[in-house]
């Protein structure tokens, strides 16, 4: 008989293994079962609610011309919902789209699927379904939270709200957040954290206190589950004080009538922890997201345990915890367009298993969606994770030089620069960009290198090649220069080891400024000499390559289109870039401001600088840039770095860079 | 505003921070209240629940002799009751009674494995044609060695039977069933733990066990994506015997003699014949090896490989190639796996919806390369297009998922329930860096606590915090001189003089911000990174009590640029650190040098976290050491900082005449060359006890943008700056 007591004791001697190699591997030589057959077995056992990408999805047609999106056109008359439309607009504004269905790879739907809806679909590229994906943010309600669409999805897969774990498919279906009607398309706001106030727990027990809205001391649990007005639906009537959410450090997001809430989103910008109380729900983006980095994941079941939960964290996770919500706010949720992206990536993910990101790309800063995989899978060839892995950029740098003149003497400043850039001791490689309309110089006009120099001659003689992610740069830095700079070896050294301190940033000399004209209601530009930057040209700067492959592929056509059209303000774009990268200012080294030529006008394109519509046409760009990225991503700094002993009165034997002092 | 001063003497040697609000008193009622009509009705409970079965458990059994024969025998009557089949819509919070856990202060569940026994059916015929595994009983008694194991089954969270399920093939399904039914605690297989590794038989080789069981989890090798059960099953590693009886040494990562090697012996033809054409392709980058056909099989067979007619030994011939193909076979999981990563050889997975081991927390993209079986003939462009640094990092990888989480079936057991313990507290669950990070990664990378990007807002303003003695004089002109930076915020004197009180509150400096003073109970200078409750702001300027010489320009721009950079020491007079060849340590410098690497806290400004980790968190023997020798508590902070966060201090402005800032701790010692000395051995010590040399050295220092320009003064935002 059974003896409760009895307890486990670790067996002595001669045993058998569980596994003998002569059966259990001749086994595995079922020859009788064609891998092939076995895979279409699978699509054909494994659909409906069993559907994964192996068998519901046609991977096929993503091989021709890789990840596109088509858009079904809208039909006339079909009303559409604003939150829907938004989602199509910000596929259509994606780089994803295609406006040709046989190029496509994934469908969207153009009916209102976001609302429950009836819907027959008798579309002529349906195929059952198959590559479809359907956006829904509002089936399912409470007490059985079931998903009836109102029509048969077939292979189609879902990005949904508050969608339940017993339903979702894992790597078939997204689940994506509940937004509100008001969650703007584009730009989004950063969170509210502003300070990482030690202690941040000024008020832990907040949504404890008699006042607060979600309370479990006065009303249990089951009962906030059947209000169903409490709490978790209808925002714009019930929506929490900024500052009531701000001051508190965790948030309740008990479920409400569907399982996801409209609180998870608004307290994830508010740097409140949110306290999950939803059993069963898939939260949102869980395929990539480690919510435990940014929220508590708690069991309703134990819901009485929750008080002393959240007291038992301590102070350092907490900080880490309030900074993370902010992380993933801004880098997957502050948008539509964030979110369809997020979508739309992690779709792109399954299809190039190989080729796709790390849990750590989609977890750390900048997130998922700035972080390309298609540059690199490779960690330490982005600028983003060298702490984190232990690492440090490569210690050179490779200069492109921007050429639009002819050369016509060697005394050509072009000449001077690429003799002083290739003496520095970090200097890799030079790259002449011969982006001017007379044919390349003969070899020997240039002068002779120590570092390998190569010319390259721009194919369409465009601004934006200067920027292209070319594979002959073999450092992690790229020192990006106008023909006519002025720099010498020790401006270009002493550049290159600040950059090292700050390899996701640019580091350069020329530096300008952007301000709000209140009585034009639009953004200036300023090359006057002011107290703060926001920008630094990228006519004499250092930043990572990485950021040219950015500024290839992250941004629209329509922007970098625009920019070769004026032949300008390419460098105003990076920096909108990079700042939108890291939400940190570009840095300026030295006191040097006159890092040009005096404008002597040897051709049209060369004066540029000296034309007034050059400068009104910056104005344009900075409106246009900042329209598109929906938010001005530019920051201000205050400070300029100078080499350690500048102008500080000691001789001059003893300054590594002296020759810095002589402007 | 008049000055305010305060006295808090004494307040804050003795104990931490108030980390708790206090609980209001009618909620304390409350609480009392709620908790002893939850704690009766636990009482209640468990009397009713336990009391029957504590008078059995007298009659203790133990299997003394260790043997498998010792065990009792139990027949399974042939009518005994059959568990369900698993439910595919499984999950923690719905078929895992989670009550059965609790709240438990270290976070960790506790585990009970079932007293080993025999069955047998009807006739007498065991259920298993093996029995208890070597490698079963090596799981389970890995399991009783842990810190999850209890053998008190009233308070176990997770149950583990005793029936070695490990290998479907020697079992006899519907018997087995029947005796994990049997067990006394099954009670529908909720919170069961069962571990298999080869799931499925003849001929279409399920992707699971094939035994009914209820709600119990599985933690089993070779899921696919329509049997795991996401959140509720573990997919584990299928073991390779391979891993305990041969020692491979671990390997520098980079370039191999082969790219690509197949070594698995069990290879479908058309796979085989997909493989030779890729062979035929690419030459002698790949090598394609199957079993060697004149040696007999067994044991022997297993360590030997061939290709055309030569022998290679295995798995040793996995370490000379960079990629090693991991095919699915009849079954997903595949042992080579194991030996693969064993090996540092990164593993090419072509094995369709499989569930790759420990993938709820292993990131295997930073270890393996997983190619669709569609796209075999692909494989060598796929793996030639990963850059080589990648390529080495994976290797490593790969290894040190073998050593943590692979090598032995104590590792597989524990591992699978830590995931286990993650998913029921997951508020104390383990981070990615400690599940995905090798220790060589963990030891030179950095997580900075602050790592948001953000610039706070001028606003709030900074605390200045001004360690004093008894040079009143000398302080007050501090204050007078502090208290004319627009973003001084408040003003926080640290009276580190127990034999005299401070002066008079009448007698301090006018100032327009709140003053306060605390005294302390003994003079030290860990006393001045405090993390008073007094500091309301992030920013805090230490500031010693005879630093006179900075102006308010320079303060304000410290103050500024610590907003830019609020994870960093951002301060005046530099330091630099030097490695001594001749002494071969480690040598303070002081002098003019193009290089810093610390910043004095005798004004310097820093994020109040910086305050708390100094005094609760700072490594070995250091902060007793400081206040031991009254020296060093800024080279303390530099070596804090740096190592937590990576990243230089800021020097901002430039080189005035401090005097002597390196002697203000203790009056009248002056900056002669024993006190060099010693702060050069400061030095060696901390950077002893912290392991490592964590200062990094820069050559810039922040100044205003238009420092030196050639500007109207009065239109600078900070004109007087390095006036000396």
Redesign the interface.
């Known amino acids: 008989?059974?003896?409760?007591?009895?307890?486990?004791?670790?067996?002595?001697?001669y045993?058998?293994?569980?596994?003998t190699?002569?059966?259990?591997?001749?086994?595995?030589?079922?020859?009788?079962?064609?891998?092939?057959q076995k895979?279409d077995t699978?699509s054909f056992l494994?659909t409906g609610k069993?559907c994964?990408m192996?068998s519901c999805f046609d991977?096929s047609l993503c091989e021709r011309n890789g990840f596109k999106v088509y858009v079904y056109p809208q039909q006339k008359g079909e009303k559409i919902s604003e939150s829907y439309q938004n989602i199509l607009t910000s596929i259509e504004g994606s780089r994803f789209y295609t406006p040709d269905p046989a190029q496509a790879c994934l469908f969207v739907l153009s009916l209102d699927t976001l609302d429950r809806d009836q819907l027959s679909p008798h579309l002529p590229l349906w195929n059952e379904g198959k590559n479809h994906i359907i956006f829904n943010l509002y089936s399912g309600t409470w007490p059985d939270y079931t998903e009836d669409l109102g029509f048969d999805i077939g292979f189609a897969m879902l990005a949904k709200a508050s969608i339940s774990?017993?339903n979702f498919r894992?790597?078939f279906d997204v689940s994506i957040p509940l937004f509100s009607k008001e969650h703007p398309r584009t730009g989004g706001e950063r969170g509210y954290?502003?300070?990482?106030?030690?202690?941040p727990?000024r008020n832990?027990?907040r949504f404890?206190e008699p006042k607060g809205k979600i309370r479990i001391?006065k009303r249990s649990f089951a009962e906030i589950i059947e209000d169903q007005h409490c709490s978790s639906e209808s925002p714009p009537t019930d929506k929490y004080s900024e500052e009531m959410l701000y001051n508190s450090t965790f948030c309740l997001v008990p479920r409400g009538r569907r399982l996801g809430s409209f609180r998870f989103l608004e307290a994830l910008q508010a740097a409140c922890v949110p306290v999950m109380l939803s059993?069963?729900w898939e939260l949102p983006f869980s395929e990539i997201i480690?919510w435990?980095?940014a929220a508590?994941?708690g069991?309703?079941?134990?819901l009485?345990?929750i008080p002393?939960?959240?007291?038992?964290?301590h102070?350092?996770?907490i900080?880490?915890l309030r900074?993370q919500t902010?992380?993933l706010w801004e880098a997957y949720f502050n948008s539509v367009e964030k979110i369809v992206l997020t979508t739309l990536e992690i779709i792109q993910d399954r299809v190039l298993?190989?080729n796709?990101?790390?849990?750590?790309m989609w977890?750390s800063?900048p997130g998922g969606l700035f972080t390309l995989p298609r540059y690199?899978?490779?960690?330490?060839?982005f600028p983003f994770f060298y702490?984190?892995?232990?690492?440090k950029p490569y210690p050179k740098f490779t200069a492109i030089i921007h050429v639009v003149t002819p050369l016509v003497s060697q005394s050509q400043p072009v000449m001077k620069l690429l003799v002083a850039v290739a003496k520095s001791q970090y200097c890799a490689q030079v790259i002449v960009l011969w982006n001017c309309d007379k044919p390349l110089p003969a070899k020997h006009r240039w002068p002779a290198t120590s570092v390998p120099f190569i010319v390259i001659e721009g194919e369409s003689k465009v601004i934006s090649s200067r920027f292209l992610p070319y594979d002959t740069i073999p450092t992690d830095a790229v020192l990006s220069l106008d023909e006519d700079t002025v720099l010498s070896t020790t401006e270009v050294d002493?550049a290159f080891?600040?950059w090292q301190?700050f390899p996701d940033r640019i580091v350069g000399y020329p530096?300008r400024s952007h301000f709000w004209d209140s009585s034009k209601e639009r953004w200036g530009y300023t090359s006057k000499?002011?107290?703060?930057?926001s920008m630094v040209l990228t006519g004499a700067a250092i930043y990572h390559k990485y950021y040219h492959y950015l500024y290839t592929t992250y941004l629209p056509a329509s922007l970098r289109t625009m920019v070769d059209q004026m032949s300008n303000c390419e460098d105003i774009l990076m920096n909108f870039l990079v700042s939108s990268v890291?939400?940190?200012?570009p840095i300026?080294?030295t006191?040097k401001?006159q890092y040009k030529e005096t404008m002597m006008g040897q051709s049209s394109r060369a004066s540029r600088w000296a034309d007034p519509d050059h400068f009104a046409q910056r104005q344009t760009c900075m409106n246009k840039f900042a329209n598109w990225f929906g938010t001005m991503p530019l920051?201000h700094?205050?400070?300029?770095?100078?080499?350690?002993?500048?102008?500080?009165?000691?001789s001059i034997l003893?300054?590594?860079?002296r020759e810095i002092e002589r402007l | 505003r008049g000055a305010s001063v305060m006295y808090a003497s004494g307040k804050y040697s003795s104990r931490g921070p108030a980390l708790i609000p206090r609980m209001k008193t009618k909620h304390r009622i409350y609480y009392i209240a709620l908790f002893s009509v939850v704690l009766l009705g636990l009482i209640a409970t468990g009397m009713f629940q336990f009391w029957p079965h504590s008078i059995e458990s007298s009659a203790e059994w133990t299997l003394e002799k260790g043997s498998v024969h010792d065990a009792p025998l139990i027949r399974l009557p042939a009518s005994s009751p059959i568990p369900e089949r698993g439910d595919l819509s499984c999950r923690m919070h719905t078929c895992f009674d989670v009550y059965r856990c609790g709240y438990n202060p270290k976070n960790k569940i506790k585990v009970y494995i079932y007293a080993l026994q025999r069955f047998v059916d009807e006739f007498g015929v065991p259920i298993s044609s093996t029995g208890l595994s070597r490698e079963y009983n090596d799981l389970l008694s890995a399991i009783s060695d842990s810190d999850f194991y209890t053998d008190d089954v009233t308070r176990a969270c997770l149950f583990i039977p005793s029936i070695d399920v490990l290998n479907q093939n020697s079992l006899r399904i519907r018997e087995t069933a029947q005796a994990l039914a049997m067990l006394p605690r099954w009670d529908k297989g909720m919170n069961h733990l069962l571990f298999n590794m080869l799931p499925g038989g003849p001929p279409d080789y399920n992707t699971a066990l094939d035994v009914p069981r209820d709600r119990a989890l599985l933690a089993g090798g070779g899921f696919s994506t329509w049997t795991y059960r996401q959140g509720y099953d573990v997919s584990i590693p299928v073991y390779s015997p391979l891993s305990a009886d041969v020692l491979l040494p671990e390997r520098h990562p980079g370039p191999r003699r082969y790219f690509i090697l197949s070594s698995q012996t069990a290879i479908h033809r058309e796979y085989r014949a997909e493989l030779e054409r890729l062979k035929e392709e690419n030459g002698e980058a790949l090598l394609l090896l199957d079993k060697c056909s004149n040696l007999s099989q067994g044991a022997a067979s297993a360590r030997k490989r061939c290709c055309k007619g030569q022998v290679y030994d295995y798995p040793q011939i996995l370490q000379e190639s960079s990629f090693c193909v991991v095919l699915r076979g009849a079954r997903l999981g595949q042992a080579a796996l194991s030996d693969v990563l064993q090996a540092g050889c990164v593993p090419v997975i072509l094995a369709d919806s499989y569930i790759l081991p420990f993938s709820e927390v292993l990131d295997w993209k930073r270890a393996s390369v997983v190619i669709p079986e569609e796209k075999l003939s692909e494989m060598y462009t796929i793996l030639k297009s990963i850059p080589h640094r990648q390529v080495e990092e994976m290797q490593r990888q790969a290894r040190w998922f073998w050593e943590a989480y692979f090598s032995s079936m104590k590792a597989i057991g524990l591992t699978t329930l830590q995931i286990i313990n993650d998913r029921i507290y997951p508020y104390a669950a383990r981070t990615y860096e400690q599940w995905n990070n090798p220790p060589v990664v963990k030891w030179s990378s950095v997580n900075s606590p602050l790592f948001l990007p953000l610039i706070p807002p001028r606003a709030p303003g900074f605390t200045a915090v001004v360690l004093t003695y008894d040079r009143i004089e000398s302080l007050f002109r501090v204050i007078t001189e502090i208290s004319k930076v627009p973003s001084l915020a408040k003003l926080l004197i640290v009276w580190n003089n127990q034999n005299k009180s401070p002066p008079e509150e009448s007698l301090w400096p006018k100032v327009g911000v709140p003053l306060k003073v605390v005294r302390t109970k003994e003079n030290k200078l860990s006393n001045r990174f405090f993390p008073y409750d007094e500091i309301e702001t992030e920013a805090v300027l230490a500031i010693d009590d005879d630093i006179i010489m900075l102006t308010s320009d320079e303060l304000q721009f410290g103050y500024e640029v610590w907003r830019e950079f609020p994870d960093r020491l951002v301060g005046y007079p530099g330091r630099l650190h030097l490695w001594d060849h001749e002494m071969g340590k480690w040598k303070y410098e002081s002098e003019w040098t193009n290089e810093v690497s610390m910043v004095l806290t005798g004004a310097a400004f820093y994020h109040k976290y910086f305050n708390y980790l100094y005094t609760y968190k700072m490594p070995g023997d250091i902060k007793n050491w400081v206040d031991a020798h009254m020296n060093c508590e800024d080279i303390a902070m530099n070596f804090l900082v740096a190592n937590i966060t990576g990243k230089a201090p800021i020097k901002v402005t430039p080189r005035k005449k401090f005097k002597c800032p390196e002697c203000t701790a203790i009056d009248g010692l002056s900056l002669d060359q024993t006190h060099m000395v010693e702060r050069s051995e400061c030095i060696n010590k901390f950077a002893s006890v912290f392991g490592t040399m964590p200062l990094k050295v820069v050559e810039h220092r922040a100044d205003p943008v238009l420092y030196k320009d050639d500007f109207p003064e009065k239109l600078k935002s900070f004109p007087n700056i390095g006036s000396l």
């Open positions: 008989g059974y003896h409760p007591g009895a307890r486990w004791r670790r067996l002595q001697g045993l058998q293994s569980f596994s190699f002569e059966k259990d591997r001749s086994d595995d030589l079922s020859e009788h079962i064609s891998p092939r895979r699978n494994y069993r994964r192996e991977f774990t017993e894992p790597q954290l502003r300070h990482n106030t030690i202690p727990y832990v027990l404890m001391s059993n069963g480690d435990n980095t508590v994941i069991d309703e079941r134990l009485l345990q002393s939960t959240v007291r038992s964290i102070q350092d996770k900080l880490s900074q902010q992380l298993e190989h796709s990101r790390s849990s750590l977890n800063l690199s899978t490779h960690l330490g060839d702490a984190k892995l232990g690492i002493f080891t600040v301190s530096a000499w002011t107290n703060d930057y890291t939400k940190l200012p300026k080294v006191q401001k920051v700094s205050q400070m300029r770095l100078d080499p350690v002993l500048f102008k500080d009165q000691v003893r300054k590594k860079y």
